[in-house]
């Protein structure tokens, strides 16, 4: 059997930059080595072919990362999955599969394979989160629920596992528990930023009693500054309040940290709500249609898309009466 020369695949993979493919790369380098000091070629051709096969899985676990990518290094992934020589290779795979399998959202095979490592590991935070999407993905919210309190009675004050409560109560529409939820960890003291801009955020899509959640947005922004999405929702709760001024500048700002000479889908909604403080229904209307539905169904609830659509139901609704 004719052996291929190792410098051009080392040559090959020295080019990639991502860890998991320069540490298989020491692995190959350690089995050049071996192949070299083999007396036995057949014996040595297998070492090295072993060597290829890793590099290959490393590098697909880089291809399923992106979305373009995705497809051809998942299909890589799951032949080798069906050879996979042990334990731990499987293993390894299926977590590879879990970025590509979410990336395709294809949640039939993701759920059947964050289901396998959750059973292999009940604590794994990797596969919940992976098996809590496949059940949202699949429409069977009920059983993501379940899922999730049922991982908070062994951790009760797990942060993922209340998010995902949380993301579950959304998805229902349920904005309410879904910011009660989120206000137990700001409570704690264990709310991150992002944490505090979405219960701020979440404050628009029910009427609370205290109007707009104005203060947990400014707490939010002052503890990551010149962030674009926190400015942005404070931007929308200032117009909810009538602080047209006060939004058309945090508004502005957040635009020019993000660069961008015109809104997009976000600021088209902010502006149409802008307009309608100011009795230009008309204006509204038209900027409310220029916010894109998101291409996943998972990204509607909560969105800048369910605010606009609800705003020109209302002023459908106002139109007919």
């Not at 697909?60 to 080798?80: C, H, N, P, R």
């Not at 707490?219 to 400015?231: G, M, V, Y």
Request: net charge neutral; hydrophobic share 40%; charged share 25%.
């Amino acid at each position: 059997m004719i052996l291929p020369d190792p410098k051009f695949w080392t040559g090959r993979a020295a080019r990639m930059t991502n860890r998991r493919v320069e540490s298989a790369l020491d692995t190959l380098l350690r089995w050049r080595i071996i192949v070299y000091s083999l007396q036995d070629r057949d014996v040595a051709a297998q070492v090295l072919l072993d060597g290829i096969s890793r590099m290959t899985v490393a590098a697909a676990a880089m291809l399923v990362s992106s979305d373009v990518t995705a497809q051809q290094g998942v299909a890589i992934l799951e032949q080798a999955l069906k050879s996979a020589a042990s334990g731990t290779d499987k293993v390894n795979i299926e977590l590879a599969l879990l970025d590509g399998l979410t990336n395709l959202s294809n949640y039939d095979r993701l759920l059947s394979i964050s289901s396998e490592l959750g059973a292999l590991n009940p604590d794994s935070k990797r596969a919940f989160r992976a098996q809590f999407l496949a059940f949202r993905g699949l429409g069977r919210l009920k059983e993501a629920n379940e899922l999730a309190n049922e991982r908070l009675k062994r951790f009760p004050d797990d942060l993922d596992t209340i998010r995902a409560l949380a993301v579950n109560a959304e998805d229902r529409g349920d904005y309410r528990s879904a910011s009660d939820l989120l206000q137990k960890l700001a409570m704690s003291g264990k709310a991150e930023s992002s944490d505090l801009n979405q219960i701020a955020w979440l404050s628009l899509f029910f009427p609370g009693t205290g109007g707009p959640d104005i203060e947990t947005a400014i707490k939010a922004s002052q503890s990551r500054q010149n962030d674009s999405s926190i400015l942005h929702t404070l931007g929308c709760l200032y117009i909810e309040a009538g602080q047209t001024k006060e939004a058309r500048e945090v508004l502005v700002r957040a635009m020019d940290l993000l660069n961008l000479d015109e809104p997009n889908g976000d600021y088209w909604y902010a502006f149409g709500r802008l307009a309608e403080q100011f009795g230009e229904t008309a204006v509204a209307r038209t900027d409310y249609q220029k916010v894109p539905k998101p291409k996943s169904v998972l990204k509607i609830p909560g969105s800048t898309y369910q605010l606009a659509q609800n705003r020109l139901s209302a002023l459908s609704a106002n139109k007919l009466n």
